[in-house]
């Protein structure tokens, strides 16, 4: 997959969409930098990369005098796909940009799950969403372990193939984490189920 795609391949669509467009969302979703093989041979860094993209986008934006009326958000799905079981590989970052967008820095504990109210907050000036006590994680790709982590310190992460506990900081209880995943995978079966999916 990843010597077939250059992300930035797409980025003359992308701005001829928005340019052809009165209003209009783009999905992107990345892979450069997924495969470790992929980014020895071509000598270029993820960071180094999407800073090229990033800004091939803002300057084809400006160019088509629509850069004042954009707003860019780029999310990460986690860290190094190889720390399955450290903290820091779920903290991901949230980088929001636009005409209007205040300067700033939010270190409180959000989800993916809260990208919507995120984007309303900076376009239509609403509250943010109230910070997580506590979040479900699931990752990374190259391994099935899920998890919970309790700010501002606590976490367990467990090997979903062997129930082992990876790693675990604080006092949470392993087994509440499993039934409480196990809750949440077998509330999404049943929707699954349901729209006969």
Do not use: C, K
């Amino acid at each position: 997959m990843e010597s077939a795609t250059e992300d930035r391949a797409a980025l003359p669509l992308i701005l001829d969409h928005a340019a052809s467009s009165q209003r209009s969302f783009v999905l992107a979703e990345l892979v450069y930098g997924h495969t470790p093989e992929w980014r020895v041979s071509t000598g270029v860094t993820p960071l180094a990369y999407y800073d090229a993209y990033l800004n091939e986008l803002w300057d084809g934006l400006a160019e088509s005098g629509l850069a004042d009326n954009t707003l860019i958000i780029v999310v990460s799905d986690h860290g190094d796909r190889g720390a399955h079981a450290e903290r820091a590989n779920y903290r991901v970052p949230l980088l929001v940009v636009g005409t209007g967008v205040s300067p700033g820095e939010d270190v409180e504990a959000r989800s993916h799950l809260d990208l919507q109210a995120i984007v309303a907050h900076d376009r239509l000036g609403t509250p943010l969403p109230a910070a997580r006590s506590r979040l479900t994680t699931v990752g990374s790709t190259e391994r099935w372990v899920y998890g919970e982590i309790v700010p501002p310190s606590q976490h367990v992460f467990i090997d979903d193939g062997s129930g082992t506990v990876l790693d675990r900081v604080g006092t949470i209880d392993p087994a509440n984490v499993h039934r409480r995943f196990q809750e949440l995978v077998d509330l999404v079966d049943g929707i699954d189920s349901q729209s006969g999916s």
